[in-house]
């Protein structure tokens, strides 16, 4: 009699404490504000931009163009124009390191790749001038008898049409400078590394009034094959950003209404959200910032990595697997 009444006391016990975890498990999730770790800035231009952003195991790497002589989070001294510049964050917003990349003149960065080394691979494009064109040279019988010696005429203005990749370490420093001059003026957007030993560089290129897509390949020695043209075909953008998590996803966007799963969610105003989803749909967690999305990565340490617009800078915020 006595082990039957344990028994039904450790049943007691179980059901009870399931229906304990089944109630936490469908308590509704509410969304939770949250502020950006840190907000910094460039180079203190305000025609500084961020083009791409990237992880590695303990950084945030951030590419793009400054126009500033530094102060933020690119500390370097201007190279002269607009330069593109690769600049390290760690995880709390703290600078580790940054590079100005170009010359003289005007030049822009805008996508990153890493290879199997952990070396990072920047994209970009350099402001092209065309050969001066030399004296001619004096006739037996000058035409001049004064003697009045000819400039040469300058170097026309070619714009960006020098496909540029730089190679940098992890550490920060400048491995190598790869270029190719295109027909015309062109706008990489993207660089992919393939696993082994090549990189595919997709963007627009002029084609007279209008554009056309490119790609090109790159290997690892820094030889470009040829670049291809296509249509244009320009992306929409996405309403809702899907980042995979793991085996669950976070989805990105602006809400201005009710979401599905969270009844306790009435904005006053269209807001910047980012909810987590388990692979079955449900909500996991939500939160809500300020500022304008500019790009969403994730990795298991530290978890998404949001990099917003803000109004006195770029915002870094890392939220938790599971925060909120």
């Avoid at 992880?55 to 163009?65: H, P």
């Avoid at 030399?134 to 170097?155: E, F, I, R, W």
């Avoid at 990489?188 to 082994?196: V, Y």
Wanted: with cysteine.
């Amino acid at each position: 009699m006595k082990v039957r009444a344990i028994a039904l006391a450790l049943v007691s016990c179980v059901l009870i404490g399931n229906s304990s975890v089944a109630s936490a498990a469908t308590k509704p999730v509410k969304v939770i504000a949250i502020k950006p770790l840190k907000i910094g800035t460039l180079s203190g231009a305000t025609g500084d931009d961020i083009s791409s952003a990237l992880l590695t195991n303990a950084a945030v790497v951030l590419v793009g163009t400054a126009e500033g002589n530094g102060g933020g989070w690119i500390t370097s001294p201007a190279l002269g124009g607009t330069d593109g510049f690769i600049t390290e964050l760690d995880f709390s917003g703290t600078h580790l390191w940054d590079l100005r990349l170009g010359n003289s003149g005007d030049e822009i960065a805008t996508d990153v790749a890493k290879d199997s080394l952990g070396s990072l691979w920047v994209v970009g494009a350099v402001n092209s001038l065309s050969a001066p064109s030399a004296s001619p040279t004096p006739s037996t019988t000058p035409l001049n008898p004064d003697g009045v010696s000819v400039d040469p005429a300058p170097a026309a203005n070619l714009g960006l049409t020098q496909l540029t990749v730089w190679k940098v370490s992890r550490a920060g420093q400048l491995l190598a400078t790869y270029s190719l001059l295109a027909p015309a003026v062109i706008n990489p957007q993207h660089i992919r590394f393939d696993g082994s030993a090549n990189f595919m560089i997709t963007g627009q290129i002029a084609a007279g009034a209008s554009a056309k897509n490119f790609s090109v390949s790159l290997d690892a020695s820094g030889s470009f094959g040829v670049i291809v043209q296509n249509k244009l075909v320009v992306a929409k953008p996405l309403a809702t950003l899907i980042v995979p998590a793991g085996i669950n996803n976070w989805r990105i966007f602006t809400s201005s209404s009710a979401i599905a799963g969270i009844p306790s969610w009435a904005p006053k105003k269209a807001t910047l959200v980012a909810i987590s989803y388990s692979k079955a749909g449900r909500v996991l967690a939500a939160n809500s910032m300020t500022g304008k999305l500019r790009f969403a990565l994730w990795a298991r340490t530290p978890g998404l990595v949001l990099i917003t617009e803000q109004s006195t800078g770029f915002g870094l915020t890392i939220v938790t697997p599971l925060a909120g």
